[in-house]
Each structure stands twice: as structure tokens, then as C-alpha cells.
């Protein structure tokens, strides 16, 4: 009888541990500074790599808006982030967050000026009087940062351009300044190199008019009170991946990343201050 009840605890205990397992998520999202579509599609190995590596499920949440994941991150919706720079600024004065890792890339990290190729312009200067598209309001590469840049050279957007107006996305923008719904835009320097070498950029009709200075923009940062243990085990699993190693250079490709590296909120004060001194900060 004995025998018979230590195995049914035995049993119920293996149960319990298996529901545990299963109930064990890492639900993850990402600023939508792409399509919906690129974003699962970027995401899904690097997702199924977590899950080998934490022994866990990890779930994507696509959410609308780039507050959306702050608001998620800052009220335990979901556990780990892709943020630009600004976002995780905003983040961190909202409530707990912590970053691990970045791209290597994202401690030089630029902003693309481009301009409809019929406008003619060959500076900034040019622009003056002509319409103007920034990714989203909350983008640090697509807003922020070229904002924060104009305005060092003298170039205030709101009086200085015709109008301003927000593509909501980095490829947005670039299909605005394409059809000719805006003279000019600025994006991620990152989105821009990847349409162009896939063939998505008309050089026809779009051209490449500045480069801003480097400033230090994404990162993966998880909410504040995820166990300890498991951020450890996250930071690890990014900066084991390899691009000597096919599998990982694929996973790595598809960040574009040559490979991930610790971060630290001190990373991103020039954001902060950058975004103090534009006045974005609520």
C-alpha cells in the first residue's frame, strides 16, 4: 500500500512538474519599426533558439504601437523587449526595466536622410520648404536622433520644413519618399542598407542625402523583476550565438548582427539627454 501511494505521489509530482514546464513562457516583443510580417519573420529562429537553449516556451506578442511595448514591459504583459534606444528610455523613467544585450553594431548606430530623387537636393539645406517624414514619434533611429541632428545644424523641422508628418515605420517611410507623398524622411540606417542590397530601393526615385553622426540605439531589455537566474540565462543564449557557426551566422543575419554584446542603461544617457533637449520627454 505503501509502495502504491509513493508512486501515485511520485506520479502527481512528475505531473505537476510537467504542467509547470508547460506553463513556463517567455513571451516576447518588438518596437513595430517594420512590417508585421518582417518582424515574426526576423524573430522566428532567434525565437526557437531561446527555447533550446532556456528549456522554455517563448512566445512573440506583436503589439500596434511603439508605446504598446512599453506599457507591456512596464506592466509584467511580457517578459523581454526589442527596443530602440528612445523606447527604452521611455521605458526605464516608467518603471523597471533592464537591458542585456545589444547588436555590436548598436554602439555606432546611424540615421539615413533621404530624399525623392526629383526634389534635386544635395543637403540638408535644400530641403528647406519641402515636406518631411519621420519613422515613428517614439523611434530613436526614425525620430529622435535625426530631429536631435537637424536641430544642431540649424534646422528647427516644424518651421523649417513645409510639413512634417510620421510614417509610423522605417520601410514606410522610404515608400512615402518613393511615391512622392513626401519630399524627404529620415530611418533606421540599418532598414535602409537591407532594402537597398535587396533590391526593395529604386535608385531612381530614391536618393541617399545625408548620414548622422553614430549614438547607441537597440537593445533586448527584460522587465525588471524577471528572475534574475533566467536574465543570466537570456544574456547568455545571445552572446553564445556564433557567427563562425552556420546555424547561429543565420540567426545573426537575420538581426543583422555580427554578434551580440553586453549593455547597461548608461549606454543610452546621450539618448536621454538628446531627447530632453527636443523636448520628447514626458
Same mark, same amino acid.
Do not use: C
Given at each position: 500500500m505503501k509502495t502504491l501511494k509513493l508512486s501515485l505521489a511520485t506520479a502527481?509530482? @512528475?505531473?505537476?512538474?510537467?504542467?509547470?514546464?508547460?506553463?513556463?513562457?517567455?513571451?516576447?516583443?518588438?518596437?513595430? $519599426?517594420?512590417? #508585421?510580417?518582417?518582424? &515574426?519573420?526576423?524573430?522566428?529562429?532567434?525565437? &526557437? !533558439?531561446?527555447?533550446?537553449?532556456?528549456?522554455?516556451?517563448?512566445? +512573440?506578442?506583436?503589439?500596434? $504601437? !511603439? @508605446?504598446?511595448?512599453?506599457?507591456?514591459?512596464?506592466?509584467?504583459?511580457i517578459d523581454m523587449a526589442w527596443l530602440g534606444g528612445f523606447t527604452f528610455v521611455q521605458a526605464s523613467l516608467h518603471g523597471k526595466v533592464v537591458p542585456?544585450? &545589444?547588436?555590436?553594431?548598436?554602439?555606432?548606430?546611424?540615421?539615413? +536622410?533621404?530624399?525623392?530623387?526629383?526634389?534635386?537636393?544635395?543637403?540638408?539645406?535644400?530641403?528647406?520648404g519641402k515636406s518631411f517624414a519621420f519613422?515613428?514619434?517614439?523611434?530613436?533611429?526614425?525620430?529622435?536622433?535625426?530631429? !536631435?541632428?537637424?536641430?544642431?545644424?540649424?534646422?528647427? #523641422?516644424?518651421? +523649417? +520644413?513645409? *510639413?512634417v508628418a510620421y510614417s509610423g515605420a522605417h520601410d514606410a517611410t522610404v515608400a512615402w519618399v518613393a511615391s512622392g507623398k513626401v519630399d524627404a524622411g529620415a530611418l533606421n540606417a540599418s532598414v535602409w542598407d537591407k532594402l537597398v542590397e535587396?533590391?526593395?530601393?529604386?535608385?531612381?526615385?530614391?536618393?541617399?542625402?545625408?548620414t548622422?553622426?553614430?549614438?547607441?540605439? !537597440? *537593445?533586448?531589455?527584460?522587465?525588471? *523583476?524577471?528572475?534574475?537566474?533566467?536574465q543570466a540565462r537570456i544574456t547568455a543564449a545571445f552572446l553564445k550565438l556564433d557567427p563562425k557557426n552556420p546555424q547561429d551566422k543565420a540567426i545573426l543575419d537575420l538581426q543583422r548582427a555580427s554578434r551580440f554584446i553586453p549593455?547597461?542603461?548608461d549606454n543610452y544617457k546621450g539618448i536621454e539627454a538628446a531627447a530632453e533637449a527636443a523636448g520628447l520627454l514626458k
Open positions: 502527481l509530482l @512528475a505531473i505537476s512538474a510537467l504542467a509547470s514546464a508547460e506553463e513556463a513562457v517567455l513571451k516576447v516583443s518588438a518596437i513595430p $519599426d517594420e512590417a #508585421p510580417t518582417e518582424l &515574426q519573420r526576423k524573430f522566428a529562429p532567434l525565437g &526557437q !533558439y531561446l527555447e533550446k537553449e532556456l528549456g522554455m516556451k517563448v512566445q +512573440f506578442v506583436p503589439v500596434t $504601437d !511603439y @508605446a504598446a511595448v512599453v506599457t507591456a514591459l512596464n506592466s509584467d504583459k542585456l544585450v &545589444q547588436r555590436e553594431e548598436d554602439s555606432k548606430f546611424t540615421s539615413k +536622410f533621404i530624399v525623392n530623387a526629383a526634389v534635386g537636393a544635395k543637403s540638408l539645406k535644400d530641403l528647406k519613422g515613428s514619434a517614439s523611434s530613436t533611429s526614425g525620430h529622435l536622433m535625426p530631429r !536631435y541632428f537637424l536641430q544642431k545644424e540649424g534646422i528647427k #523641422p516644424e518651421t +523649417f +520644413f513645409k *510639413n535587396s533590391g526593395k530601393v529604386d535608385s531612381n526615385k530614391v536618393k541617399l542625402l545625408a548622422s553622426p553614430a549614438f547607441y540605439d !537597440y *537593445n533586448w531589455t527584460v522587465r525588471g *523583476n524577471l528572475d534574475k537566474k533566467l549593455t547597461k542603461a
